[in-house]
């Protein structure tokens, strides 16, 4: 059982270190793309990262960085697990504020994500299956949607400054 003090105090690393957001990726050979829920945490500091693997399992990506000359520091990336996201986001969610929005969109994906039926394509492949079927229009709308959603609420560079009517200094 994880204290109340240690889901904030992972709380606030997630909103300064975080990423929370649906990704999109093209996928080799098929119509559609593939959408995941994507939360992790990066730093530079493994001490933060740790606590997060112990807590909620996963894994750590370290990205060594060959700007050694320049003395540039490795940073080490946690990744969420799909079994575990739902839980992380619904025990963090009380305690976030910047990222509270992003994440409830994020669990109402995977909730939806959940009820999908996977249709599996049989034939090939080591055991009788090429991969999982296209998705239909209506299923790849519905995921557009969320990560559009998402999009939106996790705004970047100049994009963010239009969406805050802001004008480039």
Known sequence: MISKEELAWQAGIMEGEGTITIARSPRKNRPSYVFKAQIDVCNTDIRLILPFKESWGGYIHCHKD????????????????????????????????????????????LDYRSLFKHRFLRG???????????????????REYF????????????????LLNLKEA
């Open 66 to 109: 060959p700007r050694k000359e320049k003395k540039w520091k490795d940073v080490f990336t946690w990744h969420c697990s799909v079994n575990t996201a739902t839980i992380f986001l619904r025990s963090l969610l009380p305690y976030m504020k910047a990222k509270h929005e992003v994440s409830k969109v994020v669990l109402e994906f």
């Open 124 to 142: 090939g492949g080591k055991c009788g299956f090429r991969g999982s079927a296209p998705l239909s229009d209506e299923e790849i709308k519905h």
């Open 147 to 162: 990560w559009n959603k998402a999009r939106s609420l996790n705004p970047k560079g100049q994009y963010a400054r239009s």
